[in-house]
């Protein structure tokens, strides 16, 4: 194996998602990008329908005692299979004919395509071979619940040259919020290349996400020589000992505790409001959606802010060892512990592995250990520990 943070050739290009970017629609534009996302939901609802549509019929007739020869044929969900019925349909179907064409075909693509991957995703539960939680069929999306979004992957996908707007097929020259000069300089420079862009309402705010295939040279970290371990906790967020014997301690900043008293409050707003009650049919109040959007403002700043603290983290980590040590924490089990749940969620103990995993390996090429959940290292000699860690760092182990 080669040495932690050797001296490498420069990688090959890799595809990364770029940060989102907030956008200023105005007020057509806006109304566009609603009937995109719209047109993304009912075509990813149409698609759910159409393949669930045969497995009720060969269930039907199954029941009547019709052979297995003379049953319907299962309908299949791969993605090129719906967008030939969804264009036979379109033209015909009364939910799509008067409408169709006023969005993009791209719109309708990103609804397939969920729906394509949500069955994908249940078939491979179902066979069990897909790890984590299990996966059930795909539902319908609520009109008023689906979050609005919607992928371009052809068609005209730019940032423009002043560094201020974006150009979107269909949608036209949109002004973003925020610069987009970083993006434009790697693209102007021909180390990126912009392959999609995806568009989404969040927080009362349109994003627009480019994904582009990014060529970088590999950072040389600052201590390639020397490894640490990261000993994630609640109190303290993270304990870190590198194979110097230096000790350091990160402090938990617990931005959902320190802000804890205004989302409380915002919730106890909403609930004094009139609310949907889906068992009589009533419609939430104007009063409600302010006060729960209020309340959503309140638990988005707060990850916001939590996204922040990790990512400085685990960039600094990154950038100053050559290997790093985390734990394998069964984190989906600690979360069922109701006395501690909220302060690990808060934490972010998956997110910093994540985080890592991605930094280590395309930033600076340097390596990234899981240690094993069942080790006990509590039951061996530190000495001993400091030992296996010198070991591990030094080059040429494996």
Known sequence: MRPPNEEVPTPARFRGAGIPVRSDPNASQEHALRSHCGAARAANNWAVGWVE????QRRAEESYGITEAELPEWRPWSLPALRKAFNQAKTTDPRFAAWWEENSKEAYSTGLANASAAFDNYAKSKQGKRRGKRVGTPRFKSKRKARLACRFTTGTIRVDTDGRHVTLPRLGTIRTHEPTVKLLAHVQAGTARVLSATVRHERGRWFVSFQAEVKRDLERVARPD??????????????????????RTVPNPGHYD??????????????RRQGPDRRTGRKPSKRWEKATAQRNKMHHRVANLREDALHKLTTSVAAEYGTVVVEDLNVAGMLKNRCLARRIADAGFGEIRRLLGYKTRQRHATRLVAANRWYPSSKTCSGVRRGESQAAAAPGST
Not at 226 to 247: F, P, R, Y
């Open 53 to 56: 549509a045969s497995w009720w």
């Open 226 to 247: 020397t490894a640490v371990g990261i000993d994630l906790g609640v109190k303290t967020l993270a304990v870190m000992a590198d194979s110097t014997g230096e000790i």
């Open 258 to 271: 320190a802000a804890r008293k205004q989302p409380r409050r915002a919730s106890r707003t909403v609930s």
